[in-house]
């Protein structure tokens, strides 16, 4: 059987070096979920490094959440889990985002979901609408109840996302989405802010049904210009008010 590892030069990190050959090993699915990779004695030799590279090429895979490693029983490769990505990138952000964390993420927002809209409006499945038009609805029941009404928000979003058809938007997506549960409270204080909410979801969601993708960019991108002013003037009354 011929071995997907080769013995590797020694002007870079050795443990870089073998785990970034197991895991492109696993990307191009030599080695499958579930699969137990080769003992550290092995790897060692097919590599012609020392076990203590092999060890910590396994705990960088391990903390990507590529492999499972199980004392007393060997490495396996693990079931890929969205979350492995999506969980480091957010936190990342987080730290990253300071104090004008939210104005920054509403400019990424201003960015994205424009053309995010557009593709969704053009590649929409007679699903995607049902789950579109449920967090409308859900949106309206919880107007009063703006904690609720928030997440039924964000899940518009996130089902617009998924509607694009193209399985990276919501992968980018995620964690920005992730984020707005801890801003968009803020904004959703503002007089008439969830009536506005509630008019531009419904007119997106026209435009989705129209299959209108230059509609439901501009509705889009007006939506979010909206909200980008109102972060402004959160931001400035509080500094107003400090």
Same mark, same amino acid.
């Given at each position: 059987?011929?071995?997907?590892?080769?013995?590797?030069?020694?002007?870079?990190?050795?443990?870089?070096?073998?785990?970034?050959?197991?895991?492109?090993?696993?990307?191009?699915?030599?080695?499958?979920?579930?699969?137990?990779?080769?003992?550290?004695?092995?790897?060692?030799?097919?590599?012609?490094?020392?076990?203590?590279?092999?060890? &910590?090429?396994? *705990?960088? $895979? %391990?903390?990507?959440?590529?492999?499972? !490693?199980?004392?007393?029983?060997?490495?396996? @490769?693990?079931?890929?889990?969205?979350?492995?990505?999506?969980?480091?990138?957010?936190?990342?952000?987080?730290?990253?985002?300071?104090?004008?964390?939210?104005?920054?993420?509403?400019?990424?927002?201003?960015?994205?979901?424009?053309?995010?809209?557009?593709?969704?409006?053009?590649?929409?499945?007679?699903?995607?609408?049902?789950?579109?038009?449920?967090?409308?609805?859900?949106?309206?029941?919880?107007?009063?109840?703006?904690?609720?009404?928030?997440?039924?928000?964000? &899940?518009?979003? *996130?089902? $617009? %996302?998924?509607?694009?058809?193209?399985? !990276?938007?919501?992968?980018?997506?995620?964690? @920005?989405?992730?984020?707005?549960?801890?801003?968009?409270?803020?904004?959703?204080?503002?007089?008439?802010?969830?009536?506005?909410?509630?008019?531009?979801?419904?007119?997106?969601?026209?435009?989705?049904?129209?299959?209108?993708?230059?509609?439901?960019?501009?509705?889009?991108?007006?939506?979010?210009?909206?909200?980008?002013?109102?972060?402004?003037?959160?931001?400035?009354?509080?500094?107003?008010?400090?």
């Amino acid at each position: 059987m011929n071995s997907p590892f080769m013995k590797i030069e020694r002007e870079e990190s050795l443990s870089h070096k073998v785990e970034r050959q197991i895991r492109d090993a696993i990307s191009q699915k030599i080695f499958l979920p579930g699969d137990k990779l080769p003992g550290e004695n092995e790897l060692a030799m097919r590599f012609g490094v020392s076990r203590t590279a092999i060890r &910590e090429a396994m *705990r960088l $895979l %391990a903390g990507r959440g590529l492999v499972d !490693i199980r004392r007393g029983s060997g490495i396996y @490769v693990s079931d890929i889990d969205v979350n492995h990505i999506i969980d480091p990138f957010y936190f990342m952000l987080e730290i990253k985002s300071g104090d004008k964390g939210f104005l920054h993420l509403v400019n990424v927002r201003l960015f994205l979901e424009p053309e995010n809209a557009r593709l969704a409006a053009l590649h929409r499945s007679e699903e995607d609408l049902v789950l579109l038009q449920k967090c409308l609805e859900e949106m309206k029941h919880n107007h009063d109840t703006p904690s609720e009404m928030i997440k039924n928000d964000i &899940e518009f979003h *996130r089902t $617009l %996302a998924i509607a694009s058809k193209n399985p !990276i938007i919501p992968i980018i997506m995620e964690p @920005v989405f992730r984020l707005l549960y801890k801003f968009i409270s803020s904004t959703y204080r503002q007089i008439h802010a969830p009536d506005l909410a509630i008019e531009n979801h419904t007119l997106i969601l026209h435009a989705c049904r129209a299959q209108d993708g230059d509609r439901a960019y501009n509705i889009m991108h007006k939506h979010m210009t909206e909200a980008r002013e109102h972060v402004r003037l959160l931001l400035k009354t509080e500094s107003s008010s400090s």
